[in-house]
C-alpha cells in the first residue's frame, strides 16, 4: 500500500524558521498562534459608525525570526469591538505591548506538519 504524501511548498524564510524550530536540545519552549476563529471576524464589508469598513485586530505580533511574541492588550474602557477599533486608532496609547522571547514561535499561518 502507497500512501500520497503532499510535500508542501515553502518559502526560504519559511524553511529558515522551521530549521531554528527543529534544532535539536534538551527541551524548548515553542508557541503557536492560532487563526482567528469565524466569530472573531467581522461580517464583510460591515462599516463602523463613520462609514469605515471594519477590519480583524489581531492581538498577536511575531517578530520575522519567529522568536518574539508581542501581546496587545486593550487597556480603555470600550466594550464592543467597534469601539476598540475606533478608540485605538484616536489614541494607540489605549494599548499596551507585553513582549515574550521563546524558541520558536508558529504563526497563524502554520500547518500541522510544520509543527509536527
Known amino acids: ?3 500520497n504524501l503532499k510535500v508542501p511548498n ?15 536540545s534538551n527541551f524548548k519552549v515553542v508557541v503557536r498562534v492560532r487563526p482567528p476563529l469565524k466569530r472573531e471576524l467581522p461580517p464583510k464589508g460591515e462599516k463602523d459608525d463613520d462609514g469605515l469598513v471594519l477590519k480583524f485586530q489581531p492581538i498577536t505580533e511575531v517578530s520575522p525570526d519567529s522568536k518574539t511574541l508581542v501581546l496587545l492588550e486593550y487597556l480603555g474602557q470600550e466594550v464592543t469591538e467597534k469601539g476598540r477599533q475606533k478608540d485605538i486608532d484616536r489614541n494607540p496609547n489605549h494599548q499596551a505591548r507585553h513582549v515574550f522571547n521563546y524558541d520558536c514561535i508558529y504563526d497563524k499561518d502554520s500547518t500541522q506538519l510544520e509543527v509536527y
Do not use: H
Not at 10 to 24: E, G
Open 10 to 24: 515553502f518559502s526560504l524564510a519559511k524553511l529558515n524558521m522551521l530549521q531554528a524550530c527543529k534544532d535539536i
Open 1 to 3: 500500500m502507497s500512501a
